[in-house]
Structures are given as structure tokens and as C-alpha cells.
């Protein structure tokens, strides 16, 4: 099922995510609507609070449907390390259209649970770690544009106030 993408500014996305505890068929049916969502939006990441769920999940393919082994699920993630830094262009379906250079680690290695609760490590560089503190950030309520300058925030706030003067946002 494609769930509705919740759009800033809705507060869920400033409310960090709930832990899952328990590893059931709810959360199983959430991951693969949360997948078929971020597909239908031609995403590569998509965290919990974006369709509307306050808790520590997060979904990443690479290659957007193309490549089974590139699915991700992490729940219940956290960065354990990071290194060196990136300044690339970066974008999020919760910011129709909006797209900005955002500061972030080159490489990190993350710790997360499979949809069976399992507990892994994956390090991810370039795309990959930029997604990963993406949605990771996402988790934690931490919004992309609380990552960019001041000042490109500032512009990017003003565009979106514009749009939804005009009944655009
Ligand atoms: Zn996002």
C-alpha cells in the first residue's frame, strides 16, 4: 500500500522516532509499504515519521526497485563512526522539489536491526553515507534543512512560505 508522504512543516518530522521493541507482522506489512511509498515518489531513503509514524525506521535502495540486494531496512539505527567530509546536493520527499548542498560525513559505519530484530554493521560511503545520516537524522527528528547554513535555510523556508501562499505546498 503507498502510504501519504508527510510534507514539512508537520511536527512529526521534528519528534524523534519511538524504538521498536517488538519484531511482528505490523512492522513487517510497515516496511514493505514504506518501500512500495518511497518507490512511488522516486526515493532512495524514507524514514517512519515520513508517512506519518513516529518511530526508528528507515528504508534505502540505491537503485530504486532495480536492485533486490540494494534494499535496506534498518530499525533502530545509530552511526557508531564517521570520517572526512562531503558537500553534495541533496534532496528529500518531504521537500517536494527542493534540492541543496548539505555538509555530511564522507564514510560512516552503522548499527542497526533487520525487520527480524537481528542486530548488523554496514559502512557506507559517497551516496550511501549520505543517505544513511540522512534518514538516520530523520529518526532522531532532525530535518535536512537543520543541516544547511543559516542563511540557505532561511531562502529555502521562504520559498516553501511562497508556495504555500500560492496553494503549491
Ligand atoms: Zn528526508
Given at each position: 500500500m503507498i502510504l501519504k508522504i508527510v510534507k514539512y512543516p508537520d511536527p512529526i518530522l521534528a519528534r524523534p522516532g519511538e524504538p521498536v521493541t517488538?519484531?511482528?507482522?505490523?512492522?513487517?506489512?510497515?516496511?514493505?509499504?514504506?518501500?512500495?511509498?518511497?518507490?512511488?515518489?522516486?526515493?532512495?531513503g524514507l524514514a517512519a515519521p515520513q508517512v506519518g509514524v513516529s518511530k526508528r525506521i528507515v528504508v534505502i535502495d540505491l537503485s530504486v526497485g532495480k536492485q533486490p540486494k540494494d534494499k535496506l531496512?534498518?530499525?533502530?539505527?545509530?552511526?557508531?563512526?564517521?570520517?572526512?567530509?562531503?558537500?553534495?546536493?541533496?534532496?528529500?520527499?518531504?521537500?517536494?522539489?527542493?534540492?541543496?548542498?548539505?555538509?555530511?560525513?564522507?564514510?560512516?559505519?552503522?548499527?542497526a536491526q533487520d525487520g527480524k530484530g537481528k542486530w548488523y554493521e554496514?559502512?557506507?560511503?559517497d551516496v550511501l553515507a549520505r543517505?544513511?545520516?540522512?534518514?538516520?537524522?530523520?529518526t532522531d527528528g532532525i530535518q535536512f534543512i537543520f543541516r544547511m547554513s543559516?542563511?540557505?535555510?532561511?531562502?529555502?523556508?521562504?520559498k516553501i512560505r511562497k508556495l504555500q501562499r500560492e496553494g503549491k505546498w
Open positions: 517488538e519484531f511482528n507482522d505490523e512492522l513487517r506489512q510497515l516496511i514493505a509499504d514504506m518501500f512500495e511509498s518511497m518507490y512511488a515518489g522516486q526515493g532512495v531496512v534498518l530499525v533502530n539505527p545509530e552511526i557508531i563512526f564517521s570520517e572526512g567530509k562531503q558537500y553534495q546536493e541533496e534532496g528529500c520527499l518531504s521537500f517536494p522539489d527542493i534540492s541543496e548542498k548539505v555538509s555530511r560525513a564522507a564514510k560512516v559505519r552503522i548499527r554496514m559502512d557506507g560511503e543517505c544513511f545520516q540522512h534518514e538516520i537524522d530523520h543559516a542563511l540557505k535555510r532561511d531562502l529555502v523556508q521562504r
